[in-house]
């Protein structure tokens, strides 16, 4: 009895279940957060998910924090993180791909471009990463991209950003951007548009998606 009673005291002690879970990955960490809300309250904390962030592939540092919950999850591929290139004048979608030994449809994916052109209308581009080799002891940027509309762990290859793009959000600010933009774009009020983006974690096309599900439902209903 007294092994049972000492083992689920350690079970409701914040010093030891922060210790557990500093070395658990960061999908244990989303099922233990789901256990009660003591186990939620310290499986939350931003510490420790950026160290289980980070651990998979070796980052040094991880500046900034996400607006949404979700950033934590699928660490474990490279979409999450991107390489920021200012632009030059003579820069191009074709130059850029093979620059960075990355394909042309990656990158307009990534920044959310429909086409090759605009492309000198914004200050610089997010570049796939496509090793992680590249992310050894190296230090990212927790970045949500307005024009991208993605938020993404940037990584600067001078060594960090001296100037902010003017792309980049403040992340109260760059929620309310995508708000707007999600307002515009399927014609409803604020609240509407964010309750989308509520419902859908804080993804944009996610957010669109499912709006796009409940009017054709009403349209179906309509009909019947």
């Known amino acids: 009895m007294t092994t049972t009673n000492s083992n689920f005291e350690a079970l409701i002690c914040k010093d030891i279940l922060r210790t557990i879970f500093e070395k658990l990955p960061v999908a244990d960490l989303a099922r233990s ?5 003591l186990w939620s309250s310290v499986a939350s904390d931003r ?17 900034g924090n996400p607006t949404s919950p979700t950033f934590w999850r699928d660490n474990n591929t ?14 191009t979608l074709a130059s850029l791909a093979l620059n960075y030994s990355v394909q042309v449809t990656d990158i307009k994916r990534l920044n959310n471009m429909m ?16 090793t992680p080799d590249i992310l050894i002891d190296a230090t990212c940027y927790v970045e949500l991209d307005a024009h991208a509309k993605r938020e993404v762990a940037v990584l600067y290859l001078n060594g960090s950003p001296d100037k902010m793009p ?9 929620k309310r951007r995508v708000i707007e933009s999600l307002r515009r774009s399927m014609h409803v009020d604020d609240a509407t548009a964010q309750y989308y983006l509520s419902v ?3 993804d944009p096309r996610g957010a669109l998606l499912e709006f796009s599900k409940d009017v054709n439902w009403e349209r179906q209903m309509r009909l019947t």
Do not use: Q, Y
């Not at 490279?78 to 003579?90: K, Y």
């Open 33 to 37: 957060a789901c256990v009660c809300t």
């Open 200 to 202: 859908s974690d804080g």
């Open 78 to 91: 490279l979409t999450r993180f991107a390489i920021s290139h200012p632009l030059a004048r003579a820069d």
């Open 166 to 174: 003017a792309n980049v959000l403040p992340s109260e600010r760059g």
């Open 115 to 130: 086409s090759d052109h605009g492309i000198h209308s914004r200050d610089r581009l997010l570049i796939p990463v496509n």
């Open 47 to 63: 510490e420790i998910h950026a160290r289980a962030f980070m651990a998979p592939w070796k980052l040094k540092r991880l500046i």
